[in-house]
């Protein structure tokens, strides 16, 4: 494979289009709702309207606006049908010749659509994620190749530092300093490991990446391999995720099959290979060195950094972790340069991000804003509001590690860390809705709940410390709580998150934190009196001799 | 190897180069609270009672695993980390079922011992009361499980210094158990060698002989150092 060859595969992808694009959104969000068989159905009724030739029905991937699924779209018409059905495909069909429809149209100029900005999703609900081709097209492999030919490892890792990305994973790591650290590594060995253990609940961001735009995410992971100097590569993926899986092998297959993947890219000295590993569904293994260990097929627990995986990773070895929608930030970045990329957002918050907006919100679906968008325009003007006139209380960023953001800070720019300073953080993207029926301290049982589910109890703070914080909220919730046990709850919060080993337990007591923060009254509601007096904090008083 | 000088708690000390700061703190006569560390064992930071304040860091750090660099200010003791390794057992009392009285290794307990040290006199929190099996199927030990901490020393030297392999980590959380093979009982073990280093190696009552009563679990700690250092070092010290 050399350049030619590959535009050669431009030319004549370009040169196969069909007049009419019919594009039927095939990821897992739309399949649930038998998007297959509206495709099946939309693809018959091309060939028995006689319109073969002109008009082309194409699977896609995600068309954001999730909730309406499943979706069809026509480039002609530059229409958007919503919850169409498999008796609809005829009727639909029947439109391009002129005819009326019944089927509920979208609106593309809707801030939905207007206000995102498209990097990581640029290829998502465009094209067939399933062909190779479809990727080339869309300029797919150029920033690989440009790399390999063109560019030394070091000018990869600066142009990376230079355009100020940080890592999306959720902690926001300047991933060109990362790479950097493990390009300075001396060893023999190195390894590339894409997390895509997505656990977060209302998360969905890096599930449909892999599911639109495959490609992106292997081309990214290869240039980040020339810059380190690996030759290895793993994408671990949960086994939740089939589709993605599915779809991730269709790409491997593929990119090996045309050299672009395996030894000597590009005709290049460089040679990378790509595997999968699956995920058995803990939580605790998108954490970077517990996934370390399900990789090198270990128990999953994380371990006491230092040492950074940059230094011993994988079997040891030094080792670039990152997340897939930082993957997917890097062809572009190659692609267009590094000054185009930090011109986007922030001063501290380069590019975009993606949301996965769910919860009580009218639209809910995937964003793309840029970063600094203010939370206002996101749930109000993006995501509508409140159903049915609901008035928004909340929202929860950053799942379960992440803190919820009253509704009188909605004017917060969304970046890393105007986020940090609210209490919550930006997290892996995931966008929570609440409107004013929910109860505070149910959400925040309910994410300690999933902690305690998910810590893998290696250490005692997350692993018994999430149990009694759990234990004390639902007292708290079944109005059998004192004063004291909110002190306790408090001074739990503040040694787990001081204590625990990994980022898991650390950050589990935010969600409590946060709604404590922003909506104490809550909780003081439900207290009780306490039985012992108001001054008593459950401490025995030094004059008093001790019970037992 | 390069030496390092550092301060343990306004004590100046130097040590060799790799060396981690509980070993630095225990030869400088420092006596930090531990209980999944075990001299002959490799550490994996995971009881957190060890935790120090290091002058410049933010978190507080694992002296197991930490390793010591050079200028390193090492505070070992502090009102917050006395109330954090308070709370730590606390928790540890309140999880599974520790009732020191009928327990076979009362009196020459870890946990016991450091909630005796580290002034832990009652538990604030509620008691979980879980209900726990014991598997006393092994000819020789038994497994209480309403006594394990989960600090998976057992399963460290089984794999280790025996390298058996019998001893293994189930489960997730609060529900995480030690297991023997495929979660068997530990009677039907084909890859036990009945060597007994795991109870050896047990800081509470959770592993224990087999005859042995209230108070009677006395174990010789020293022994599994012995064969490390035979082995590694090829010393016989006594």
Redesign the interface.
Known sequence: MVIDDLNAIAEKERAARKKTVIRCCLAAGCMSSNSETVKKNLEQAVKDAGLGDEVEVRGVGCMKLCCEGPLVSVDTQNALYEKVTPEDALELVKTLAGGKTKIKRGDFNHPFFKKQLSIVLTNSGEIDPERIEAYIVADGYQALHHVLRELTPKEVVEAMVKSGLRGRGGAGFPTGLKWGTVAKTQSAQKYVICNADEGDPGAFMDRSVLESDPHSVLEGMAIAAYAVGANQGFIYCRAEYPLAIKRLQTAIKQAKTLGLLGSGIFESPFNFNIDIRIGAG?F?CGEETALMASVEGK?GTP??R?PFPAESGLWGCPTLINNVETFANVPPILRKGADWFAGIGTEKSKGTKVFALAGKITNTGLIEVPMGTPLRQIVEEMGGGAPDGGKIKAVQTGGPSGGCIPADALDTPVDYDSLTKLGSIMGSGGMIVMDETTRMVDVARYFMEFC??????????C??????ML?LLEKILNRQATARDLA?LE??CD?VK????CGLGQTAPNPTLSTLRYFRKEYEELLQPDPFGPHSN???KKSQP??? | MAAKTLTIDGKQVSAEEGATILEVATDAGIKLPTLCHLDGVYD?????LC?VEVAGIG??L?AC???ISEGMDVKTDSERLR??RR??LE??F??RNHVCAVCVANGHCELQTLAYSQGM??V???Y?TPKWSVDATHRLFGMDHNRC??C?RCVRVCWHIEGAGTK??S??????TIISDLNQPWGDSETCTACGKCVMSCPTGALFYQGSTVSEMERDRTKLEFIVNAREKKQWLP
Request: hydrophobic share 35%.
């Open positions: 803990a605790v128990r371990r006491p230092p305690v589910d998910e810590s893998c109890g290696k250490c005692i703070p692993r018994a410390g999430t149990a009694q234990h306790k001074e739990l040694m001081n204590t625990s080993l459950g401490e025995a001790a019970t037992r | 994996v930071g995971a009881c957190r935790l978190k507080l694992p695993t930490t390793k109330k954090y709370m730590t928790l540890l309140a999880e006199d009652h604030r929190y509620d979980s901490i989960l998976a293994n980590v489960g997730r959380g609060a529900k995480a």
